[in-house]
């Protein structure tokens, strides 16, 4: 029988490496599938738990009355907060598909990730808001989505502003390398606080598709759902732009002005993120 190491050396000499060159392409894309799965699934949890707190908090207040407006403002802060510390050094936190696609448009994301990212994100809002279905008896008088309380153009407003914010701030602290990454939790949990607290008994304060997206399925209560879709995705391109347009930069006006209109033609698809984009968006 013909020594292994024989054998090896011939197949070296032969050059026929297509084999081993196969089984390593192989095992880079399984890792790579299985890697893009874990992001999914934190993304999944992480929404399931930001709805799930953040609308349960609410139907908890219409029922029994025991958390009051500036208590549930301070649940979706807080809530927000612990999942971004919880899963964002894995799934990056969005929570929200107008915040990943906002990381899309400006080259913080990977374009071909976005609608799974999207899809996860609906399917956590779905099944928090089927949960809380289950747990509690929900009326419609008990409603934990969103609808307008004023007029449609109103609350379409107050929503572009509170999206812009929360993008705006998102941008400085989780793509700007030369902010403090470790207070990035608490400055988008403190952030959808403060818009809570102002757009909340306007619109719902919702900054979040799928915030709205997922009770409005659930209980099958669609007023002005347009809105929470439109708004939120205007606000954070809006906010995220402005801030690319202050960034600091050493390049000519010129070079700035440029880029800032390319990225909206054209989004390559990135093939890693420059660094993990820690932050979510609230309801």
Same mark, same amino acid.
């Given at each position: 029988?013909?020594?292994?190491?024989?054998?090896?050396?011939?197949?070296?000499?032969?050059?026929?490496?297509?084999?081993?060159?196969?089984?390593?392409?192989?095992?880079?894309?399984?890792?790579?599938?299985?890697?893009?799965? /874990?992001? $999914?699934?934190? *993304?999944? =949890?992480?929404?399931?738990? %930001?709805? !799930?707190?953040?609308? +349960?908090?609410?139907?908890? &207040?219409?029922?029994?009355?025991?958390?009051?407006?500036?208590?549930?403002?301070?649940?979706?802060?807080?809530?927000?907060?612990?999942?971004?510390?919880?899963?964002?050094?894995?799934?990056?936190?969005?929570?929200?598909?107008?915040?990943?696609?906002?990381?899309?448009?400006?080259?913080?994301?990977?374009?071909?990730?976005?609608?799974?990212?999207?899809?996860?994100?609906?399917?956590?809002?779905?099944?928090?808001?089927?949960?809380?279905?289950?747990?509690?008896?929900?009326?419609?008088?008990?409603?934990?989505?969103?609808?307008?309380?004023?007029?449609?153009? /109103?609350? $379409?407003?107050? *929503?572009? =502003?509170?999206?812009?914010? %929360?993008? !705006?701030?998102?941008? +400085?602290?989780?793509?700007? &390398?030369?902010?403090?990454?470790?207070?990035?939790?608490?400055?988008?949990?403190?952030?959808?606080?403060?818009?809570?607290?102002?757009?909340?008994?306007?619109?719902?304060?919702?900054?979040?598709?799928?915030?709205?997206?997922?009770?409005?399925?659930?209980?099958?209560?669609?007023?002005?759902?347009?809105?929470?879709?439109?708004?939120?995705?205007?606000?954070?391109?809006?906010?995220?732009?402005?801030?690319?347009?202050?960034?600091?930069?050493?390049?000519?006006?010129?070079?700035?002005?440029?880029?800032?209109?390319?990225?909206?033609?054209?989004?390559?698809?990135?093939?890693?993120?420059?660094?993990?984009?820690?932050?979510?968006?609230?309801?």
């Amino acid at each position: 029988m013909s020594d292994p190491q024989d054998m090896e050396r011939m197949e070296e000499g032969s050059g026929n490496t297509a084999p081993t060159t196969s089984r390593l392409s192989g095992l880079c894309s399984s890792a790579e599938i299985v890697q893009l799965l /874990q992001k $999914l699934i934190a *993304e999944v =949890i992480g929404t399931y738990f %930001l709805i !799930f707190a953040g609308c +349960g908090a609410i139907v908890v &207040n219409k029922i029994y009355g025991s958390i009051t407006f500036p208590g549930v403002a301070v649940v979706w802060g807080l809530t927000a907060m612990v999942m971004i510390y919880a899963v964002g050094h894995i799934s990056g936190g969005h929570f929200n598909p107008a915040v990943t696609v906002t990381f899309a448009i400006f080259r913080h994301f990977p374009l071909n990730q976005v609608p799974l990212y999207i899809v996860a994100q609906l399917l956590g809002s779905i099944l928090a808001s089927g949960t809380l279905c289950l747990v509690f008896d929900v009326h419609p008088e008990a409603y934990f989505g969103t609808v307008p309380v004023g007029s449609y153009v /109103q609350s $379409l407003v107050i *929503e572009i =502003i509170a999206s812009f914010l %929360l993008m !705006f701030v998102i941008s +400085g602290v989780a793509t700007d &390398n030369r902010a403090i990454g470790e207070l990035a939790g608490i400055a988008i949990g403190m952030t959808i606080l403060i818009d809570v607290f102002i757009a909340g008994p306007v619109s719902g304060g919702s900054m979040n598709p799928a915030r709205s997206i997922g009770p409005a399925v659930i209980m099958k209560i669609f007023k002005g759902l347009w809105i929470y879709v439109v708004g939120p995705f205007i606000g954070t391109i809006l906010g995220g732009f402005a801030y690319n347009l202050i960034r600091f930069t050493d390049k000519p006006l010129r070079e700035i002005t440029k880029s800032a209109s390319m990225s909206f033609k054209s989004v390559p698809i990135l093939k890693s993120m420059s660094r993990n984009t820690t932050f979510n968006s609230r309801t």
